[in-house]
């Protein structure tokens, strides 16, 4: 017996290195968008809302893509799911190939759908399987581990990515009003073609990864058996889970204000007088904070904390940071959204767990439904944009328009404080 556990639980750690790289791989394809809105911005002359649709095209595709997505895994199981969307992955990141060579933002942006399809795949099969690979309790820690992976990744996304599109992007802002309509064009292509080869590089990794692990075992887990109510009979319908439903809505405001933090940074940067040299590494500072959350979190739950406590700590943090980056400047309003990271870092990880206990064989379709819930990735950044172009418009204080914009964040972590306090428990009673 004590042979069987030793033996299934060096599966399990197997499986969780496994789910760990693809967490990277999400991280730095996901992190790439931060880089990609002011390149894009810049290569495609576009005005900020339309640099915004980079995140819409992409996280757009978790809301249409989830629940086929489930049906898929129902048909492959886990593993072979993954594969497939590595392969889809692999498409997507190809395409970037024709849109820099034609400058073609709308082709752009099928590629970012594209890739969003292939993530949506994956992270369905991924995030459940990791919340009930173990005990429910400590399944925010099993969680904090993979987003380690996921922000490391992230973090050289920003750096990588960054130096090879943003690098003399000031120098160029400034020629380009000089030139002239062929100079111009010409300066923009040059531009426009630094993806290729990243994305070239992308797509390959990509495909080699998919057919690696097409060919590697997992141990499949049954949730049936893994994750039932502790109480009564299973019922019938998804929906007679309030509190899944709550915990998809609570995953929309998490990942918005999310992507927010880092996807706008280099934007709020440059408002607040910082070159675009400078800017577009303030990212990175967001993942960063993330790190030391997640390390936090693997040392602090549930020995210490229980992962609700942690998400009503980090959600109250987290109003108060986005007051400070409001009404502060210089380099103490980029340290308050900088350290977003940090009180972010927890709610994923806690909102998952609390939203999918105790649903049991509804396990893989409640896991397509939270990961609906990350098109609040497309819907709340390019609302953020166009509040501060209104804004713009507007008189305001000491204050830049960007930054008064991040009032927008505010409503999304309140409903966050009510699923913490009273919406993970709803239909339980």
């Known amino acids: 017996m004590e042979h069987n556990n030793t033996k299934k639980n060096g599966q399990y750690g197997f499986a969780l290195f496994l789910i760990g790289c693809l967490f990277f791989i999400f991280g730095f394809i996901t992190w790439s968008n931060s880089q990609l809105i002011p390149y894009l911005k810049l290569a495609c002359e576009l005005s900020i809302t339309q640099s915004y649709y980079v995140a819409t095209a992409f996280f757009a595709a978790y809301f249409v893509m989830a629940i086929p997505s489930s049906m898929v895994l129902k048909w492959t199981g886990f593993k072979k799911g993954m594969s497939l969307g590595l392969l889809v992955m692999a498409i997507g990141a190809a395409l970037f190939i024709p849109a820099a060579q034609t400058r073609n933002y709308s082709l752009f942006l099928t590629g970012l759908f594209i890739i969003g399809t292939g993530l ?20 925010a820690k099993r969680m904090s581990i993979m987003g380690i992976c996921n922000k490391v990744a ?90 899944l439903i709550l915990g998809a809505i609570a995953i929309f405001f998490y990942v918005g204000v999310e992507v927010i933090s880092y996807d706008t940074f280099t934007g709020f940067g440059e408002s607040l007088g910082y070159s675009t040299v400078i800017a577009k590494n303030f990212a990175s500072y967001t993942g960063y904070g993330l790190l030391v959350g997640y390390l936090l979190s693997i040392f602090a739950i549930p020995k210490y904390i229980s992962q609700r406590k942690a998400l009503i700590i980090a959600i109250l943090l987290s109003m108060a940071l986005v007051l400070g980056a409001i009404y502060t400047e210089g380099t103490t309003a980029v340290l308050c959204f900088a350290l977003l990271g940090f009180s972010n870092s927890v709610m994923w990880p806690a909102i998952w767990p609390l939203a999918l206990d105790g649903v049991g064989r509804f396990t893989k379709i409640g896991g397509a439904l939270l990961i609906m819930g990350i098109v609040g990735g ?46 993970y428990k709803a239909g339980k009673d």
Not at 217 to 240: D, G, I, R
Not at 398 to 408: D, M
């Open 120 to 139: 949506a795949l994956l992270q369905t099969a991924s995030n459940p399987y990791v919340t009930v690979l173990g005990p429910m309790d400590s399944a």
């Open 154 to 243: 992230g973090i050289l996304a920003v750096y990588v990515l960054g130096s090879i599109t943003l690098s003399n992007a000031d120098e160029l802002k400034a020629s380009l009003n000089g030139m002239s309509t062929i100079e111009k064009n010409a300066a923009l292509s040059e531009l426009a073609s630094r993806v290729i080869v990243p994305y070239a590089v992308i797509a390959l990794i990509l495909l080699i990864l998919a057919v690696i692990l097409y060919f590697i075992h997992l141990p499949e887990v049954h949730e049936e058996e893994e994750n039932v109510a502790a109480t009564a009979v299973q019922k019938s319908s998804l929906f007679q889970y309030p509190h």
């Open 378 to 423: 497309a819907v709340l950044p390019p609302l953020y944009g166009a509040f501060a172009e209104w804004l713009h418009t507007q008189e305001l204080s000491t204050q830049t328009h960007q930054q008064v914009a991040y009032w927008i964040m505010i409503p999304c972590y309140l409903y966050l404080l009510y699923f913490a306090l009273k919406g």
